[in-house]
Structures are given as C-alpha cells and as structure tokens.
C-alpha cells in the first residue's frame, strides 16, 4: 500500500472490539458497508483467513464486472484486508481496529494497485487528482459502516 492512490479515513463506533472485527471480516457484509461490491462467493473452504478466496460482482459506473479477492490480512479484533486480484479496478483494502474507551476506532485504508506500465503513468499523471476524487469514496463508506454496525447492533 501507501502508493499515490492511498488514502485512508478512521471514526469511532460504539461497539466492543470483537463484534466489530466479527462483521468486518464476514465477505458476506461487505456489500453493506463497501460500495459496488455485490453477491460475494466465497471459493476456498472455511475458516476465513490469509489466503482464503472469494468472487463478486463489482459495479463501477453502472457496469458489472465479476472480479476474485483474496483475503490478504486476517489478524481476529485487529486487521482485515481483501485484495482485487482480477478486474479493470484493482485496488487493496485494508480494516484496522483498535479498543478505545468509546467502543472500536475503525480505519479503512485503501490504495489503487499499480501493475501495469500504462496504469503507472496515469496514475503518475493523474494521481493527485484521482486521489481526491477517490478520497471522498473512503470517509463514507466508513461511516456506512459505521452505520450499518449501529443498526446491527
């Protein structure tokens, strides 16, 4: 991560720790906090962890593309990353959590890959401007999942 299409946003939600990281690390949840993504299938057998597989539908300006994540960090009432490995639109997601007096701070952290030459120069190019744009996606959809676990809750 931490590449020119990084960005991150953090906000507090009042639930403990483990109920928190039990929701975020459920692929099943994702649609419900993590915009465009949709119908995930789970392709590696239980338990979830570093590694584990999964196909859904992504939808990026109204066109559906079906792309394959692997869960990349699984650290219980800590971490929770998925990376694209497939798809126009690949980019790394990474869910921090820590135990605060108030409930669990949640940080989302989410940078664009880079592995094409063509996508390098664009990115060279167009980086800071697709950073903001791509900076006003990641604060809320952290506050949808804020949301979301409140209603759960």
Same mark, same amino acid.
């Given at each position: 991560?931490?590449?020119?299409?990084?960005?991150?946003?953090?906000?507090?939600?009042?639930?403990?720790?483990?109920?928190?990281?039990?929701?975020?690390?459920?692929?099943?949840?994702?649609?419900?906090?993590? &915009?465009?993504?949709?119908?995930?299938? !789970?392709? *590696?057998?239980?338990?979830?962890?570093? #590694?584990? /597989?999964?196909?859904? +539908?992504?939808?990026?300006?109204?066109?559906?593309?079906?792309?394959?994540?692997?869960?990349?960090?699984?650290?219980?009432?800590?971490?929770?990353?998925?990376?694209?490995?497939? &798809?126009?639109?690949?980019?790394?997601? !990474?869910? *921090?959590?820590?135990?605060?007096?108030? #409930?669990? /701070?949640?940080?989302? +952290?989410?940078?664009?890959?880079?592995?094409?030459?063509?996508?390098?120069?664009?990115?060279?190019?167009?980086?800071?401007?697709?950073?903001?744009?791509?900076?006003?996606?990641?604060?809320?959809?952290?506050?949808?999942?804020?949301? *979301?676990?409140?209603?759960?809750?």
């Amino acid at each position: 991560m931490l590449g020119p299409m990084y960005i991150s946003a953090t906000h507090t939600v009042h639930l403990p720790l483990h109920e928190v990281f039990a929701f975020v690390a459920n692929p099943a949840n994702l649609p419900r906090w993590m &915009g465009g993504l949709e119908r995930p299938r !789970l392709r *590696t057998p239980l338990p979830l962890g570093a #590694g584990s /597989r999964f196909e859904a +539908t992504l939808m990026h300006e109204g066109t559906p593309t079906q792309v394959e994540l692997v869960v990349t960090v699984f650290d219980p009432n800590h971490a929770f990353g998925v990376k694209v490995l497939t &798809g126009p639109h690949r980019f790394e997601s !990474l869910i *921090t959590l820590h135990a605060t007096d108030q #409930g669990t /701070r949640v940080t989302h +952290t989410a940078d664009a890959e880079r592995d094409a030459h063509t996508r390098a120069v664009l990115s060279t190019l167009l980086g800071p401007f697709l950073r903001r744009r791509r900076a006003r996606r990641v604060p809320p959809r952290v506050a949808q999942l804020v949301q *979301t676990l409140r209603r759960a809750a």
